[in-house]
């Protein structure tokens, strides 16, 4: 088959951008599973949509291609170009125009007055026996109509369509919409919207600017619509554990973003069984929307009370929690350490015990979890004690791991005291 710049499925090209965004050392026989010309092909369908920040070395074992972007540096997600490059038909081209052209000089018509139309003043231009059949154009209109590009009403025993006249300047918008675009999870539909300006606002940079995530704008989409309708949806996750593609039939209820590294997660009931669990995102290959959720008020309480012994993402099969436990010493002129553990210990009490010593508890599913915070506060720390035996037996081994890294007499005991 030819080359060709346009995808069908976005899931053909996802994988391939996000190898080159993440893994920009790996090398074309590096990626398992594909054939050559596969390789080539994506290759060459990114590089067409991301020629400003394609870029490439040589080493040894041959020339490794990656994408190289300085986010501080650019006011719109360039990752959006691949939802840009969905493949069509003759007869989705062709309808688009001539759908739109027809009801913009009438509107309130049938799909056979439309197909009369299309038919008397379009197709008899051309040479050859060329027609297009009502029920084609009938799935058009459908189409067209879910996208809210044209309205649908009944009267009688007719349904007539009228083209859906946008009075909304985005003009006006071009500013929050820029914003918009490059902060909001589905910040793609923002992007296609400044596709329409003539001046694109170029007034935002970011330090912190995660613009991976933008591959994923259509299942979170999905995601999103499932959680504001109260449906069920059935995802196709990819288990990164036993390698291969497992199906969930789930309650969307809320979603999870990460302010240290951009990665969203779905926080959902698990049907029919009932218990909650965060799904990565990026992992998702396809959603499909199902049916109305049983007793959806149940489902948000529940989650609430699952919530609430979360530290990150992981929760507990059994159920159970752990409690953790540990002593600070913060001396006077301190403070900003005793307003950081409210801030950030989320759930967890803070008590003062008096003599600058002070205690932060909670319970949690996972405390390992935990551990990458807890050591911002060594040095601080008198005491530590979890009902998990194995956190502690854990943090004492990393201490004891940074003492030999940085060659120091001592040891975790001396730390923690």
Known sequence: MAYSELIKDINRIREYMRQLYIFGFRKRSEYKGKSARSYDNEKRRV?????????????????????????????RNPLFNAFRAKSFTSNDITLHFY??????????????????????DYLHMFDG???????????????????????????????????????????????????????????????????RLSDVPDVFSFKHHYILYALD??????????IHES???????FSRRKKTVLEHSIVPLKIYISTQDG??????????????????????????????????????????????????????KKGSTERLSMVLRIEQGDEHIIRRLK?????????????????Y???????????????????????????????IERFYEDMEMMYDMYDIDGGADDAVQ
């Open 47 to 75: 590089e067409s949509w991301m020629s400003d920040y394609m870029a490439f070395r040589r080493e040894p074992e041959g020339k490794i291609c990656f994408i190289s972007v300085d986010t501080r540096n650019i006011s």
């Open 99 to 120: 759908i739109l052209d027809i009801l913009e000089e009438e509107s309130r018509l049938t799909v056979s007055e439309i197909a009369d139309r299309i038919a008397d």
């Open 129 to 195: 026996d060329r027609n297009i059949d009502e029920s084609t154009i009938r799935k058009k209109l459908s189409e067209y109509e879910k996208l809210g590009l044209v309205i649908k009403e009944r009267h009688g025993r007719n349904v007539l369509y009228t083209k859906n006249d946008d009075k909304v300047d985005p003009e006006c918008w071009k500013t929050a919409v820029a914003f918009f675009s490059e902060t909001d999870p589905v910040g793609v539909i923002g992007s296609y919207i400044l596709d």
């Open 217 to 226: 704008s259509d299942i979170m989409c999905s995601l999103l619509t499932a």
């Open 231 to 237: 449906r069920e949806a059935t995802i196709k996750l």
């Open 263 to 316: 990665r969203s997660y779905v926080l959902a009931s698990e049907q029919p069984e009932g218990q909650y669990n965060m799904y990565r995102i990026d992992n998702i290959r396809s959603v499909s929307i199902g049916k109305n959720a049983d007793d959806i008020g149940a489902l948000i309480e529940g989650c609430a009370g699952f919530e609430r012994y979360l530290w990150n993402t992981s929760n507990s």
């Open 343 to 359: 801030r950030e210990g989320r759930h967890g009490i803070v008590t003062d015990e008096g003599k600058g010593r002070w205690r």
């Open 361 to 391: 508890e909670t319970e949690v599913y996972d405390p390992s979890e935990m551990l990458p915070w807890i050591r911002t506060f060594i040095g601080r720390i008198e005491s530590i004690e979890c009902t998990d035996a194995g956190i």
